[in-house]
């Protein structure tokens, strides 16, 4: 059994769940709370959905990389343990998101992201200081069901209409919530009020949603924003990104 403050579900190629766990470590920093990193597949999330009419383009390929990465951290913590997952995450977020944009690299012709193969798994395990042999779970489907497991698992807490990340806060018996969703950081010192200030909405028994689509592009350098910049908002209605003027 888990004795984690917070178990926080991720998707590594969700940039809000990326944000959103930079976060929290500030608020472990603060607070010195225990995580536990579970899983959330967006892929398996979305394996009845038509992306071609649900998605932009390269949505399907990013999503099913995001599952490829699972698998490695599913193996990464049966063999190495749960801390395992805490360093790989940090060091894939700090690729996909806190590094510059790929610049057409993309998708290749089998129609996979590059994020989800062994040349981009291998390095990234050993900066973790994890063994290389991991990225043999890239192509482990048997994988999947614990995965599935956990995804199911993180929906019983907060409903189906919900995207990544989720987190359970004080487990088994504390509140449950989707998000938060931001956009950037709060400052050092106030990682801690701003969580407060969530976790007391979230305990109010009536309280259901608070949500508005139009967001703040994530201060990430992958979104080409750097720490100074800020404001640039879009709308994220159904995954369609539309620049509001």
Request: with cysteine.
């Amino acid at each position: 059994m888990s004795h984690a403050n917070i178990n926080f579900y991720f998707d590594p190629t969700c940039p809000f769940a990326w944000m959103t766990s930079k976060w929290v470590r500030m608020v472990t920093e603060e607070r010195n709370y225990d995580v536990e990193w579970r899983f959330i597949s967006l892929r398996l999330l979305n394996a009845s959905v038509d992306y071609s009419t649900h998605f932009p383009e390269g949505y399907e390929a990013g999503h099913t990389s995001g599952l490829r990465l699972l698998r490695v951290a599913a193996r990464a913590r049966a063999e190495h343990g749960s801390g395992a997952v805490d360093a790989l995450y940090a060091r894939l977020g700090a690729h996909i998101f806190d590094s510059a944009p790929d610049d057409g690299e993309q998708i290749g012709p089998d129609g996979l992201h590059r994020r989800g193969t062994r040349a981009f798994v291998e390095p990234i395990l050993a900066e973790a200081g994890l063994p290389s042999s991991l990225a043999d779970a890239l192509d482990d489907e048997s994988f999947d069901a614990q995965i599935q497991a956990e995804t199911d698992e993180a929906l019983s807490l907060t409903g189906k209409d919900v995207g990544t990340p989720i987190i359970h806060f004080e487990p088994p018996a504390g509140v449950a919530f989707f998000g938060p969703v931001i956009s950037r950081l709060p400052a050092r010192g106030e990682a801690g009020e701003l969580w407060d200030h969530v976790v007391a909405l979230a305990r109010f028994p009536g309280f259901a949603e608070l949500k508005r689509s139009l967001r703040e592009r994530p201060q990430l350098r992958s979104f080409g924003i750097s720490d100074e910049e800020t404001g640039l908002e879009e709308d994220w209605h159904g995954g369609s990104r539309k620049t509001k003027k």
